[in-house]
């Protein structure tokens, strides 16, 4: 069974600033995806950021980057320029390739605070 | 395009009360999903399905039924409700992966609103 490790159950940013959030996993699977997830206060879960784990090179999405490394099993999200818009729970999330969508294993989330 | 809808938004139940909660997504999505989420514990799998009439259990799919008679649509039963089903409760739909060439759909789940059921 794969398993998803968040061990920052809550962070602080000051706003412009840069933060990390970490995400570790388990898995003896090759081929599978990882995610980030935000849901903010309205309870809406929103897709920040996916990886393929074939893909050496790291995904990014504006001011959202990951630091995938895969021997490591480890799948940081980085936030730039960080907003205030940007305050919300994030879930790293793994899903396994099986030829088809398989469910997604969270981690228990990190709760992010920007600060003006 | 509503996307994937949840009924009911709110629910309190009494302890022994049964509900079912209801999902619904308008893109011809094949697969979908049950999530619970508690307070430090992120989501978790109830149950899902991976086409019309079919079902599979998931990570915690103790005390709940489902159902999926039509494809669009993916119920969740509760048919004794205890304390400890006290969630918020995500419906989720995904195409499947092989029918769809262009990423970034092919991975994509898309989540409802939530439920937030209280059972006393």
């Known amino acids: 069974a794969q398993t998803v490790t968040q061990s920052q159950p809550e962070m602080s940013v000051q706003e412009a600033e840069t933060v990390t959030l970490s995400c570790t996993y388990d898995?003896?699977?090759?081929?599978?995806?990882l995610f980030w997830y935000k849901q903010p206060p309205s309870r809406q879960m929103i897709l920040v950021i996916r990886q393929e784990a074939y893909k050496q090179q790291n995904a990014t999405e504006n001011r959202f980057s990951v630091n995938f490394q895969k021997a490591a099993k480890s799948f940081s999200l980085k936030i730039s320029d960080s907003q205030l818009g940007d305050t919300a729970m994030y879930f790293c999330?793994?899903?396994?390739?099986?030829?088809?969508?398989?469910?997604?294993?969270f981690g228990k989330g990190t709760r992010l605070s920007v600060i003006a | 395009n509503a996307g994937v809808t949840q009924t009911p938004k709110f629910r309190v139940l009494k302890t022994g009360q049964s509900m079912t909660l209801l999902c619904a997504q308008d893109m011809n999505h094949e697969y979908m999903y049950w999530y619970r989420q508690d307070p430090g514990m992120g989501l978790r799998l109830i149950h899902y399905?991976?086409?019309?009439?079919?079902?599979a259990k998931g990570e915690v799919p103790d005390g709940y039924n489902v159902s999926r008679l039509k494809k669009q649509n993916f119920l969740l039963g509760l048919e004794s409700a205890a304390p400890s089903q006290t969630s918020v409760y995500f419906c989720a739909s995904s195409y499947v992966f092989s029918s769809v060439s262009s990423f970034p759909f092919a991975y994509e789940q898309y989540f409802g609103p939530g439920t937030r059921l209280t059972v006393t």
């Open positions: 399905s991976v086409g019309e009439g079919t079902t």
């Open positions: 898995t003896s699977e090759n081929n599978y995806y």
């Open positions: 999330a793994f899903m396994k390739h099986e030829g088809g969508n398989t469910p997604l294993v």
